[in-house]
T-cell receptor, first 111, second 114 residues
Framework: EDQVTQSPEALRLQEGESSSLNCSYT??????LFWYRQDPGKGPEFLFT???AGEEKEKERLKATLTKKESFLHITAPKPEDSATYLC????????????FGQGTTLQVKP | DAGVTQSPTHLIKTRGQQVTLRCSPK?????VSWYQQALGQGPQFIFQ???????QRGNFPDRFSGHQFPNYSSELNVNALLLGDSALYLC?????????????FGAGTRLSVL
């Protein structure tokens, strides 16, 4: 059964303190791994998609990487506006379009 | 370019009632997926519609049903509401033949069942 586990559940950083969020996955035939950002009371906002091990994507202070078993979301010199819940999801070959999400990592960046 | 729009934004119902939630996909998208998100959890897949047909279904009871219209908009219906159905309901749209199942989400409908 396809499964996604994110760690840590919550992370508190000081502004400028870099860190990484982890997404471990088990999937039969990875067709895509997705990172989303979700602010309280809002829908998830698409950030990145990765398709094969070794792939990397960057956007401002965020960088996503992918191996055969996990993905990392690296946050460099975060700012308070980066505070949000970050969700990881996978699309496996046994599904036509279903995304399987982890429970998310809630990031708080203090000034 | 309008993104995914959902209505209503909030809804309060009582146990046993029925509810209909609506979704308009992003311009150019033809596929709609519905997810349920409980507080503090990741979204759980309910079902996906393409060409007015249910293409895949998650582990939800038959009380959850849906429909897609010729203009690609969609409805989610929930019958015989239970307290446990209280959640944020998210609609996501994508292109069936587009960039590898990238799904864009609406702001959601917050359903409270009393």
């Amino acid at each position: 059964e396809d499964q996604v586990t994110q760690s840590p559940e919550a992370l508190r950083l000081q502004e400028g303190e870099s860190s990484s969020l982890n997404c471990s996955y088990t999937v039969s035939g990875l067709r895509g791994l997705f990172w989303y950002r979700q602010d309280p009371g809002k829908g998830p906002e698409f950030l990145f998609t990765l398709y094969s091990a070794g792939e990397e994507k960057e956007k401002e202070r965020l960088k996503a990487t992918l191996t055969k078993k996990e993905s990392f979301l690296h946050i460099t010199a975060p700012k308070p506006e980066d505070s949000a819940t970050y969700l990881c999801a996978v699309h496996g070959s046994s599904n036509t379009g279903k995304l399987i999400f982890g429970q998310g990592t809630t990031l708080q960046v203090k000034p | 370019d309008a993104g995914v729009t959902q209505s209503p934004t909030h809804l309060i119902k009582t146990r046993g009632q029925q509810v209909t939630l609506r979704c308009s996909p992003k311009s150019g998208h033809d596929t709609v997926s519905w997810y349920q998100q409980a507080l503090g959890q990741g979204p759980q897949f309910i079902f996906q519609y393409y060409e007015e047909e249910e293409r895949q279904r998650g582990n939800f009871p038959d009380r959850f049903s849906g429909h897609q219209f010729p203009n690609y908009s969609s409805e989610l219906n929930v019958n015989a509401l239970l307290l446990g159905d209280s959640a944020l309901y998210l609609c996501a749209s994508s292109s069936w033949r587009g960039a590898k199942n990238i799904q864009y989400f609406g702001a959601g409908t917050r359903l409270s069942v009393l």
